[in-house]
């Protein structure tokens, strides 16, 4: 008992010393940077090279990190099991197989829909994401699978978190026809392009007699899973997505919609299927149907009037979409409502009705904007109803078309300076973001027209061709050389607390290097003046963070605030101390095409070279 209580002693007294020692450090390494910031005149950067102070600098900023890392080990061991597991805690793994192997299905069913519950990943779409587990964690996943009291839980949390392999053993069980929920293991599969599995799926609900219509609708996990699968998997092509169509007509026919299904808002005139979450009858099936705008819903809208569903403006959008009404009065009803008339606009735009050789058109169309719509009832600004950035149909137009269409369809001075600031934004936001050579993620994919100008597939429809041709020539020759643009937000952390990008640009810094800065480290040291207390008002937040930033035997430090400009900051100032140090002829050299304050955009290299590369295109015409 003495040899416990003088052991508890001594933690107690080394805690209280390791303590009041950081604390000596602070003031210490405080006082010499005020000097030294008197003596070279306030610098952006101080770069300290005394051995001394940087020693004790590394072991100051080594401390802090250690009691950070301690800090964020005693919260996580607060939380859940499931909590720790979303966020990569490898003893909460240990846990998890103890519960597993203790065989308790009510505890393991509640252990998943927890983890499920938590993902910290929920309604994100990232198919291309896995999550690596212990081996034997993950074999106790599959093999609980196989248990027909945990196989639905089982799926839908290997699906959720995506878990490395999880497609192959829910195919397996799937198509063996021995799950006890085939509905649930078609939803765990969204995001896997299995033609056999969407066959034999949809052969069991029309054939399998077991398959009622309230079996097939309820909960809506049927309709959740196909508009994941049709709209959001990158994977499937467009054959397995005609079948998915196929099929679901089929469906429909074998269990058709009555009358008694029929409510009375669903006959308003601007009646707009709703999502997943409405129904959970076969409106569902019909929602995601009629969301594709295929040609294969025109006999579903046939049936429904059939059993008394009233014309709307859906089913006169869709008919008018697919060639079916081309009728004056029907086009204008469509443009005289406030959410169709951006569905209209939408697809005159994709169907490249809206080009510089059709003035006429454009005239048309916003002529609507000098009167409210009968719609808009209480809706005094164009800009409410415009809210799905209609101004993106002038993107492919050149400057020239641009502003003689402007100045022929718009009458509204105010309405015109704002496409004009709107247009000339949106031409070098994609003009730079062409340079970099990234796609648009939905490239490939098919849009639902309930999306107007929102996750569209438009690579090709966000510059005119010749300055698209433009921007892949100048970045071919600049990957000639090596060079590349860049974001100086390449790397996000989202896990941080940090009130600034600071720490996500400094480890694009040191990526986007060539290795030349290998050695760089960095500690960041921050402290709230004024936080606030809902996202709603970041933008008032008062913060200061000290950055050291370590690199072979000296320490620089740069104090960054709500007003620093950090990214001219990181990649002028600081790259620039640090590349001498190397001795590198390369800089980061700023991609600044149109004389703006300041560009967050990069290239790495030798900044001669770049200039003179980029100097040859004339990106301002």
Known sequence: ???????????????????????????????????????????????????????????????KEKIKESRISDSLKKKSVAERFNYDDKTAEKEII????????????????????????????????????????????????????LESQTAQMLSAMQIEGYEQPIKEILLSGQSRNEIQLFRALKYANYGDVI?????????????????????????????????????????????????CAALLKKFPVDSSLIQPHYGAPNWIPGG?????????????????????????????????????????????????????????ALLNDCKFYNYT???????GLLTENNDQKFVEIFAKIEKPLPSMQSVNEWSDCLRFGIEGIFNPLEKKDFDRIVNKAIKDNSYKQKLIEVYNGNRKDNILARLTGRENWRKGMPNNWMTPFYYHNMDSLTLPKRVQKLCDLARTDLESKGYKVFTDRDFLN???????????K????????????????????????????????????????????FFDDIVCLA????????????????????????????????????????????????????????????FKE
Request: glycine share 4%; hydrophobic share 40%; with cysteine.
């Open 559 to 618: 104090k960054i605030n709500a007003n620093t400009n950090d990214s001219q900051l990181i990649f002028n100032n600081i790259s620039e101390i640090l590349l001498q140090k190397t001795g590198s002829s390369n800089r980061f050299l700023e991609v600044n095409l149109f004389n703006e304050k300041s560009s967050p955009y990069f290239i790495f290299g030798n900044p001669i070279m770049a200039k003179e590369i980029l100097n040859k295109y004339n």
């Open 345 to 351: 606009v939408n697809e005159l735009f994709l169907k």
């Open 494 to 504: 989202f896990g941080t607390e940090e009130p600034s990008y600071a720490r996500d």
């Open 98 to 149: 103890s519960i597993i192997n203790e065989g308790n299905n009510d505890s393991i069913k509640s252990l998943f829909s927890d983890i499920v519950f938590n993902n910290i990943y929920i309604g994100t779409i990232e198919p291309n994401r896995r999550k690596i587990i212990n081996l034997e964690l993950k074999s106790l996943f599959f093999k609980c699978l196989k248990n027909p009291e």
């Open 276 to 332: 997943s979450m409405d129904y959970n009858n076969q409106f569902d099936l019909i929602s995601f149907l009629l969301s594709t705008g295929d040609v294969a819903v025109l006999p579903i809208i046939e049936d429904l009037k059939a059993v008394g569903f009233k014309d709307n403006l859906t089913f006169k959008f869709l008919n008018w979409k697919l060639g079916v009404d081309q009728k004056k009065e029907t086009f204008d």
């Open 199 to 247: 066959d034999y799926f949809f052969n069991s609900l029309l054939n399998n007699k077991k398959y009622t219509s309230v079996e097939i609708f309820k909960k809506n996990y049927l309709a959740y899973s196909l508009n994941e699968s049709y709209f959001n998997n990158k994977n499937i092509d467009g054959a397995t997505r005609r079948k998915l169509i196929t099929y």
């Open 506 to 549: 400094l480890n694009t810094l040191k990526a986007q290097s060539h290795n030349e800065l290998n050695n760089m480290s960095f500690f960041i040291d921050y402290k709230y003046i004024k936080k606030s207390l809902s996202y709603a008002s970041l933008e008032s937040d008062k913060f200061e963070l000290n950055c050291f930033i």
């Open 1 to 63: 008992m003495r040899k416990l209580f003088f052991f508890l002693c001594l933690v107690f007294s080394f805690k209280n010393y390791a303590q009041g020692s950081l604390k000596k450090d602070s003031i210490s390494i405080a006082g010499f940077i005020k000097e030294q910031n008197i003596l070279k005149k306030n610098p952006k950067v101080l770069v300290i090279e005394d051995k001394k102070w940087v020693d004790l600098i590394k072991r100051y900023s080594s401390s």
